[in-house]
T-cell receptor, first 112, second 114 residues
Framework: DAKTTQPPSMDCAEGRAANLPCNHSTISGNEYVYWYRQIHSQGPQYIIHGLKNNETNEMASLIITEDRKSSTLILPHATLRDTAVYYCIVRVPPGNTDKLIFGTGTRLQVFP | NAGVMQNPRHLVRRRGQEARLRCSPM?????VYWYRQLPEEGLKFMVY????????ESGMPKERFSAEFPKEGPSILRIQQVVRGDSAAYFC????????????FGPGTRLTVL
C-alpha cells in the first residue's frame, strides 16, 4: 500500500471548516483513499473514502486532486467533538487482504 | 444492532501469565480484524480472520500470539507468557464480507502487564 504523509497536528476554531491534508504521491491507479478518525482512547471510526472523484457524506467531504497525489478531508463546521486523530489511508480495493495500514495521522484540536 | 463488543475492557496480567481478549463482531459480520496500539503510537494490523479461517496473519508476532474465530462464539486473541512490551490497547474490527469498504471497530481492550 502507498505511504501517506500528514501534518502531525492542526488547530481549528469551533464552527469553522477543518481542512486536513494528505500527501500520497506514490498512489497507484487502483488504490483508494480512506479516512478514519480516532477520538481519544476509542476505536477508530470510518469517515469517508474515494478513488478520484470528490465525495461527500453526512460527516465530511473528500477532495482528491486530479493527479491523485494528494487529498483533503474537509469537516465543514467543526465541533469540539471532532477533536481526534485523523488517519489518511491508501489501499487497494479490499479483497484478499483487507487490512488497514495506519500512519501517524493528524491530531486535530478544535477549540471554542 | 449492537456494535462490535470487546471484553474485558481492561485486563491486568503479571509477566508470564496468559491474556485472552474477546471480540464479538457486529451481527451478520463474519470477518474480524485485530489491531494493536502501543502507547503513543499508531494502530498496527495484526491478523484478519474469517469464520474458522485465518486469512492474513502477517502482523502477528511469531511467538506467543495466536488468534481464532470459531464457528460459534467470539474471536479470541490469545497472548501466552505476557511481557511488559505487550502492554497496549488491542482493537477488534469487523466487516460483513471481504471487500467491504468500512471496518467497524470495537472500544478496545487495554492490557497492562505488571
Amino acid at each position: 500500500d502507498a505511504k501517506t504523509t500528514q501534518p502531525p497536528s492542526m488547530d481549528c476554531a469551533e464552527g469553522r471548516a477543518a481542512n486536513l491534508p494528505c500527501n500520497h504521491s506514490t498512489i497507484s491507479g487502483n488504490e483508494y483513499v480512506y479516512w478514519y478518525r480516532q477520538i481519544h482512547s476509542q476505536g477508530p471510526q470510518y469517515i469517508i473514502h474515494g478513488l478520484k472523484n470528490n465525495e461527500t457524506n453526512e460527516m465530511a467531504s473528500l477532495i482528491i486532486t486530479e493527479d491523485r497525489k494528494s487529498s483533503t478531508l474537509i469537516l465543514p463546521h467543526a465541533t469540539l467533538r471532532d477533536t481526534a486523530v485523523y488517519y489518511c489511508i491508501v489501499r487497494v480495493p479490499p479483497g484478499n487482504t483487507d487490512k488497514l495500514i495506519f500512519g501517524t495521522g493528524t491530531r486535530l484540536q478544535v477549540f471554542p | 444492532n449492537a456494535g462490535v463488543m470487546q471484553n474485558p475492557r481492561h485486563l491486568v496480567r503479571r509477566r508470564g501469565q496468559e491474556a485472552r481478549l474477546r471480540c464479538s463482531p457486529m451481527k451478520g459480520h463474519s470477518h474480524v480484524y485485530w489491531y494493536r496500539q502501543l502507547p503513543e503510537e499508531g494502530l498496527k494490523f495484526m491478523v484478519y480472520l474469517q469464520k474458522e479461517n485465518i486469512i492474513d496473519e502477517s502482523g502477528m508476532p511469531k511467538e506467543r500470539f495466536s488468534a481464532e474465530f470459531p464457528k460459534e462464539g467470539p474471536s479470541i486473541l490469545r497472548i501466552q507468557q505476557v511481557v511488559r512490551g505487550d502492554s497496549a490497547a488491542y482493537f477488534c474490527a469487523s466487516s460483513p464480507r471481504s471487500g467491504a469498504n468500512e471496518q467497524f471497530f470495537g472500544p478496545g481492550t487495554r492490557l497492562t502487564v505488571l
